[in-house]
T-cell receptor, first 113, second 111 residues
Framework: GAGVSQSPSNKVTEKGKDVELRCDPISGHTALYWYRQSLGQGLEFLIYFQGNSAPDKSGLPSDRFSAERTGGSVSTLTIQRTQQEDSAVYLC???????????FGPGTRLLVL | KQEVTQIPAALSVPEGENLVLNCSFTDSAIYNLQWFRQDPGKGLTSLLL?????REQTSGRLNASLDKSSGRSTLYIAASQPGDSATYLC??????????FGTGTRLTVIP
């Protein structure tokens, strides 16, 4: 079946612009996660959605970052007023339920000039 | 805060060799531990998931062990192949909504 998909695969933007990153989870998966992987560093948790519960935003690095999940399916990660340090690979993952294997998308490579 | 360490950071082996990748974590209160593979320019692929109550999991040439009390896991790859070349990440899940990743081991299998 179809896996997790993300778009765009690559995004180049100018400092100060807003960007939106999209994630389509595996159908039926109730949990959705966003992570960030900066060059030379490990993965960093950003935000988590589970069903209709309020998302866990504890990993968002600043108030310029926000995310939403519509209809319990597609999710959008928005970065406002991008900074060069936002350059990273943004990965989305979904899982059938809590504490289950997470399935990752291919990521969006963001470059802020 | 949970810290996950992977040793070595990079490893090169000739094709056919068996090898072991190591992962350690500081807080043994985990739900599970997962091993992932990351290929350049691609997302993560889940290889094995070990629940906290389990000691090991096997899939094909891969075997992962978990010693929760000592905060350690190993990934054993038998009869390595050039196609195994990738970065291998371990991650521990400490709650319903959080996964702590190591920085990975970059494996190169030389034909």
């Amino acid at each position: 079946g179809a896996g997790v998909s993300q778009s765009p695969s690559n995004k180049v933007t100018e400092k100060g612009k807003d960007v939106e990153l999209r994630c389509d989870p595996i159908s039926g998966h109730t949990a959705l996660y966003w992570y960030r992987q900066s060059l030379g560093q490990g993965l960093e948790f950003l935000i988590y959605f589970q069903g209709n519960s309020a998302p866990d935003k504890s990993g968002l690095p600043s108030d310029r970052f926000s995310a939403e999940r519509t209809g319990g399916s597609v999710s959008t990660l928005t970065i406002q007023r991008t900074q060069q340090e936002d350059s990273a690979v943004y990965l989305c993952a979904s899982s059938p339920d809590l504490i289950e294997t997470q399935y990752f998308g291919p990521g969006t490579r963001l470059l802020v000039l | 805060k949970q810290e996950v360490t992977q040793i070595p950071a990079a490893l090169s082996v000739p094709e056919g060799e068996n090898l072991v990748l190591n992962c350690s974590f500081t807080d043994s209160a985990i739900y599970n531990l997962q091993w992932f593979r990351q290929d350049p320019g691609k997302g993560l692929t889940s290889l094995l998931l070990i629940q906290s109550s389990q000691r090991e999991q096997t899939s094909g040439r891969l075997n992962a062990s978990l010693d929760k009390s000592s905060g350690r896991s190993t990934l054993y790859i038998a009869a390595s192949q050039p196609g195994d070349s990738a970065t291998y990440l371990c991650a521990v899940q400490t709650g319903a909504n959080n996964l702590f990743f190591g920085t990975g081991t970059r494996l190169t299998v030389i034909p």
